[in-house]
């Protein structure tokens, strides 16, 4: 989906125009890859709107800084508020919301700790991510997720979505909405930028965090609505055929909220609708992002804008 400009992005504390957004060619992260970011959504709520689990995001975006020597310069609440400003600036509601951080020009060489770290924060229009109004149809992918020990998979960092990019595009070639990257020891991760859960026999599983899979935001909010709705929740690894033989399968992230998987490796998952649990779970998350049942968790954060109409289910 084309990226639609706004008019202001926040660079190291200050407002700039979205075309004055630029950096040098010898930065260290057109190189190296040395870069962090977040994934933010804002809602609407008739017409109000507020960011969706802003605190925990950010407090992602600093720990991955953390996790790569990347000191910010800028506490939570002080990026928190840089957000909030950049996205009641532009006026933009409902919508995607971009932190980034990265190693900037200064020095060649792999060595990164003398080149500057630069902060933008951008925000724009932005619907579905995952095709397909019925579900999506899914493969495993050829290409694993990667290794412990090699890089973090719990920091969001850039490098990290070379594999993610690998993944997508087999899928896509070969046909397919999304790919699903199986773990080194060949048990299910995590789609290309997606958490995982499938159902079986009233049990919602989803691969835990050993098994290479990003720590999401969105992932632990149904981990929370689930428990709040009575379903046992089971985080354990999983072989493949897991999705063969559940009865249900969704993916969940900031891009892709809740999506349910119609198939995998052209095998329906149950008969290829959205199943009971995962129907409860979606249109939980958005009544409460969407404002039709209260945010009983504090996960709004408001903001200024008049809102336009809500992103759909």
């Not at 579905?128 to 290794?147: E, M, Q, T």
């Not at 965090?209 to 689930?226: H, P, Q």
């Not at 969407?290 to 945010?295: H, L, R, S």
């Not at 954060?301 to 109409?309: D, I, K």
Request: glycine share 10%; aromatic share 10%.
């Amino acid at each position: 989906m084309p990226i639609q400009p706004t008019t202001n992005i926040w660079h190291n504390g200050n407002l700039i125009p979205w075309d004055k957004a630029q950096i040098h060619v010898m930065s260290h992260v057109v190189h190296y890859g040395s870069s962090i970011f977040e994934g933010i959504r804002a809602y609407t709520q008739g017409s109000a709107a507020s960011i969706f689990r802003l605190p925990e995001h950010m407090l992602r975006f600093e720990q991955s800084g953390k996790v790569y020597r990347m000191p910010l310069g800028y506490s939570v609440d002080q990026m928190c508020a840089a957000v909030v400003s950049v996205v009641e600036a532009n006026g933009v509601a409902p919508c995607y919301i971009r932190p980034v951080a990265f190693r900037g020009y200064g020095e060649i060489g792999v060595n990164p700790l003398k080149s500057p770290v630069e902060v933008y924060i951008a925000n724009y229009p932005w619907g579905k991510y995952v095709p397909g109004n019925d579900g999506a149809n899914v493969c495993i992918s050829s290409w694993n997720r990667l290794a412990p020990n090699t890089m973090p998979a719990m920091a969001k960092a850039g490098g990290n979505y070379m594999n993610s990019q690998l993944i997508r595009m087999e899928a896509e070639a070969n046909g397919y909405d999304e790919g699903i990257g199986l773990d080194v020891n060949g048990y299910l991760s995590e789609g290309s930028g997606e958490n995982l859960f499938l159902v079986r026999g009233g049990t919602l599983y989803t691969t835990p965090l050993a098994n290479s899979v990003l720590n999401g935001i969105t992932r632990d909010s149904i981990l929370t609505l689930a428990k709040q709705l009575g379903i046992p929740v089971v985080e354990q690894a999983m072989p493949r055929e897991m999705l063969y033989i559940c009865d249900e399968a969704f993916f969940t992230g900031t891009a892709a909220e809740v999506t349910h998987l119609r198939s995998v490796d052209r095998i329906l998952v149950g008969d290829g609708t959205m199943g009971p649990i995962t129907k409860a779970l979606h249109d939980e998350f958005f009544a409460i992002v969407n404002g039709t049942k209260p945010d009983r968790y504090n996960w709004l954060t408001p903001v200024n804008v008049r809102a336009a109409e809500p992103v759909g289910a």
